[in-house]
Structure formats: C-alpha cells, structure tokens
C-alpha cells in the first residue's frame, strides 16, 4: 500500500512540473520617475530661492562699434571658429589658425591643421622638463603660443581629419580628465624620486594615447604618402624659424630680447621682442592693414568693458580714460595682476570707426562663441589690445625692420 502511495505522488509531482511555465529576463531601462522628480523640484527650489549673480558691465547702447563680420576688412585663408571644449589649449587653437592663415599668404592653399596634434606633443615635452628639473617646471594644460613653432620644428604638423583628439562620438574636447591623470602620475614619480626619463616618458604617452588617440607618424596626402615633418615642408611650406615674438612691457629694457614672465612660459623663453608700446601697436595696425593675421595673447578675463552677448571689447572710461592708456598704466595691471595672461586668440581684421580701430578676434574659447552677432568672435577696441593684450607672433619678414634694432 505504501509503495503505491509514493507511486501516485511521484506520477503527481511530474504532472505538475510538466505544467510550471518558466518566466523569461529581459533589460529595461533602469528609471526613479519619482527620485528624478525630487531631484528636479529640488533644484528648482534652489534656482529659485538663490540670488541671480550680477556683474558689473558698461553700457553699450550708444557706443559706435561694428556689429557683423561685414564691417570688417579681413585677412584670407582663416578657419572657422571651432571650440577647445574643456581644456586649456587656447595657445595652440590660436596659434595653430594663424599659421593656417600664414599657409594662404604664402602659398595660396587653403588648410585645416590638427591643434590636438601639437597638443599632445607639448605634453610630451612638458613631462621631459619635468624630470628635467626634477618637479621644479610647471605641468598644466596652458601655454604660449610660439610652443607651437617649437613643436613644428621638433614633430612637424598634420591635417585637421588625420589627428582629432577625439574618441569616437566625442562633441567636444575635454582634458580634465587626461591632466589629473599625468599630473597624479608625476606627483608620485617625484614623491618616489623615479626620475627614469625614458620611463617617465612612456607613461604619459600611454596617457596620452587612451585619451586623445596615438598621433599618426605618416599621413597620406592627394595620395601621397609622407611624414608630419615632410607635410610641413613640402605641403605648407612653412618654416618655424620664420617667426617671432613681441612684447612691451617698460620693466624690461626695450630694443631687447626678454623672458615674458609668466607660468604658462613654462619653459622660460627668452625670445620676445620687447619695444615700446607705440611700435607694439604699430606692428598690429600694420599687420590687420596688409592682411596678415597675428596670434595674439592676453587678458581676456571678465572685465567691465567686455561683453560677450554682444561679442564686444573695450575699455570704459570709468576704467581708465582713452588718453591715460600708456606703457605706465599696462604695466600697473601686469604687475599687480588684473592684467592676467589667461588667453590666446587670433587677430585677423580690422574696422575703422568713429572711436578708432577696431579688430575682428577669433575665438576658440566660450567667451567669443556667445556672441550672438558673430559666434566665435570678438569685436576688439584699439584701447583694450592696448592696455589689455600683452604679446603677437608676427611673420619675420614682416618686422625686419625692427628686428635689426633689437639687441
């Protein structure tokens, strides 16, 4: 009796079990409708309880300043403005659009170059020097913008499409990550006292290469095949050596040779031109004149007189008069630091209006990209590059005259 017993259950149980439907998994999004709907009635209450953050700015509306690109006489063979995402590499965003616009001058070509691929060769250099003064030089993401010469000369240059410094599907550039990176890894070389160059080296191009790509050591052009050093030479036909520095600051002797004293002069050159402030000014006149373009650098802070709605910079008088504006007043503000040298752009036209000279700025950074007259650029004032704007690359073939004076 017993035996059937366990018989039937065990006929029973592998019934039931032929019945028993097996569920299946699926991937969903993951979702908290309602967090997400704390988050952003929170921050809502925040954004409405907090005050509005003002800023003092001078007022604009009866000022004679040209408001489109068509005011300006422009230089030819410059790029479209592009932004330099999140990083600190307007030195060679600047910098590398004036030698695009030097390409057209000599050659009549018009190029797109790669900055990214500048970049990533001035970080090389910089973590050399690092070890070099064994964590004595600075490693950030700044610079000026002659590093880009010596990076031409050292590592040649190439077109915009065969190095980006973007992943795929990456919009824009951002180095906040790959400067943490290197700058963690030489802290603890240091700490170590690891001073290997070769070592050091390695590393930061392994960096390097996971964030912004492995620069190309051969490019292929109207196919033909050629290194970065060759496309320099026989494709843009530029040479580095042709090109140089002026600054005017009346601490350091004029009619010489100076170091711009500055962090991002990381590797203390010695190579500006230092004149007076009236031939400082000539050479830009000159320059926007004959249609070339100069890689220019300075303050581009948030001063009173600029606007970046409007795209417009000047110098208000409740500032520092118009007539006051001399070498006395530049260096003052170098020197106590509200001259700061925080940005590099690219002069590359001018305007003649009933205030004076005006100049057409182009942009790499997010200030000259809000202006809704004309994204990416500035509207410049003769007295803000003046008082405000502290060194030009300049074509040396343009300058030859001066260059015989400097000492």
């Known amino acids: 009796m017993k035996s059937i017993s366990t018989l039937c259950l065990a006929l029973l149980a592998l019934q039931l079990s032929a019945q028993v439907k097996l569920d299946k998994a699926q991937l969903v999004e993951k979702s908290n409708p309602f967090y997400d709907s704390i988050v952003e009635k929170n921050e809502m209450f925040e954004a409405k309880t907090s005050t509005p953050q003002k800023v003092l700015k001078m007022d604009f509306s009866n000022v004679d300043y040209p408001k489109s690109l068509s005011d300006y006489k422009m230089a030819k063979g410059v790029q479209l403005p592009i932004s330099q995402g999140e990083t600190g590499t307007c030195w060679c965003f600047a910098s590398t659009s004036f030698f695009e616009?030097?390409?057209?001058?000599?050659?009549?070509?018009?190029?797109?170059?790669?900055?990214?691929?500048?970049?990533?060769?001035?970080?090389?250099?910089k973590a050399r020097e690092y070890v070099r003064t064994r964590g004595e030089s600075v490693f950030e993401e700044g610079s000026e913008g002659n590093a880009t010469q010596i990076m031409m000369k050292k590592y040649g240059a190439v077109p915009a499409y065969a190095y980006t410094g973007l992943k795929n599907g990456q919009p824009f550039h951002d180095h906040k990550p790959l400067i943490r990176e290197m700058q963690g890894y030489l802290k603890s070389v240091k700490q170590s006292n690891a001073w290997n160059e070769d070592v050091v080296i390695a590393t930061i191009k392994s960096i390097l290469n996971f964030y912004l790509g492995v620069p190309p050591t051969q490019i292929e052009v109207s196919s033909v095949k050629m290194t970065p050093?060759?496309?320099?030479?026989?494709?843009?036909?530029?040479?580095?050596?042709?090109?140089?520095?002026?600054?005017?600051?009346?601490?350091?002797?004029?009619?010489?040779?100076?170091?711009?004293?500055?962090?991002?002069?990381?590797?203390?050159?010695?190579?500006?031109?230092?004149?007076?402030?009236?031939?400082?000014?000539?050479?830009?006149?000159?320059?926007?004149?004959?249609?070339?373009?100069?890689?220019?650098?300075?303050?581009?802070?948030?001063?009173?007189?600029?606007?970046n709605k409007l795209g417009v910079c000047m110098i208000p008088s409740f500032d520092i008069p118009s007539a006051y504006i001399d070498e006395n007043a530049r260096l003052f503000r170098f020197l106590n630091g509200t001259t700061t040298d925080d940005h590099g752009m690219l002069l590359m036209g001018y305007a003649e209006k009933s205030n004076g000279m005006w100049f057409l700025i182009k942009d790499s950074g997010s200030g000259g990209h809000n202006n809704t007259n004309a994204k990416g650029y500035w509207f410049m004032h003769e007295d803000y590059v003046k008082l405000k704007m502290t060194t030009i690359t300049v074509p040396k073939d343009f300058v030859k005259d001066l260059l015989v004076k400097i000492k």
């Open 101 to 125: 616009a030097e390409v057209k001058r000599l050659t009549d070509k018009d190029v797109d170059l790669s900055e990214l691929y500048s970049v990533y060769w001035q970080y090389v250099e």
């Open 229 to 307: 050093q060759e496309y320099l030479k026989i494709v843009l036909k530029l040479d580095p050596d042709n090109y140089v520095d002026f600054m005017s600051f009346a601490n350091e002797p004029y009619w010489t040779k100076a170091e711009y004293a500055v962090p991002d002069n990381w590797w203390h050159s010695k190579e500006y031109n230092n004149v007076p402030l009236d031939v400082f000014m000539d050479i830009i006149k000159r320059a926007a004149k004959n249609g070339i373009s100069l890689s220019i650098g300075g303050d581009n802070s948030n001063e009173p007189g600029m606007y």
